[in-house]
């Protein structure tokens, strides 16, 4: 049985929650450069939590599934300054494509993930690629290792650091993506 009745609820708690939970972690980065936008950053989506910690009220834009899971994250999300294209490979991913690669042409900078919305977990699925080639922009990856969390039982093994816990934040370069060329599949390349 779904507990459709505590929906509102977590949508009105979850959000402070997480965000006094998040000001007590403690992130080390390395690798991080100052990359100039646009490029998109992509991370695993059971490592969400941290890394919207980490870049809050940097202005990034979020590519958001349409499913009523995202509606949480868009709520957290849109309190730490972010803005958000809604739509992935199950519900609006043609929307939400060119909204990202709009956002792209635009000058910003993008996070995504590429396992989301449904998975399989951390196997990159084809979005953020496909975005990069048509906005041609890096991409920059982002991995987060969490010292102490708990783990959900969803599909991504959702991480959620614990009080005061030591977050690990490594970046390597910037993975330069090659255009689309006409006539070709997204992937592929002329030699």
């Known amino acids: 049985m779904k507990l459709r009745w505590a929906e509102p609820i977590a949508r009105s708690l979850g959000p402070p929650l ?3 939970l998040a000001a007590t972690w403690r992130f080390r980065v390395t690798g991080r450069e100052e990359w100039k936008p646009p490029f998109i950053f992509v991370l ?3 490592r969400i939590l941290p890394l919207l910690a980490l870049y809050k009220g940097e202005g990034l834009v979020l590519l958001i599934s349409r499913h009523r899971d995202g509606e949480y994250l868009a709520d957290l999300s849109e309190s730490w300054g972010y803005s958000s294209v809604r739509g992935s490979t199950q519900r609006g991913g043609e929307a939400g494509l060119l909204g990202i690669v709009r956002a792209l042409q635009g000058g910003a900078r993008v996070a995504m993930t590429p396992d989301g919305p449904r998975g399989p977990r951390e196997r990159v699925q084809p ?5 990069a080639q048509h906005a041609g922009v890096p991409i ?6 969490v010292a102490s969390a708990w783990y959900l039982r969803s599909w991504d093994r959702m991480c959620i650091p614990k009080p005061f816990a030591a977050i690990d934040v490594r970046f390597p370069a910037a993975i330069q993506i090659g255009p689309v060329q ?3 599949p997204t992937g592929y390349h002329r030699s």
């Open 182 to 184: 006409a006539g070709l």
């Open 140 to 145: 920059v990856a982002a991995g987060a290792r």
């Open 44 to 46: 695993w989506h059971s």
């Open 127 to 131: 979005g953020a690629i496909a975005a």
């Open 18 to 20: 997480i965000k006094t």
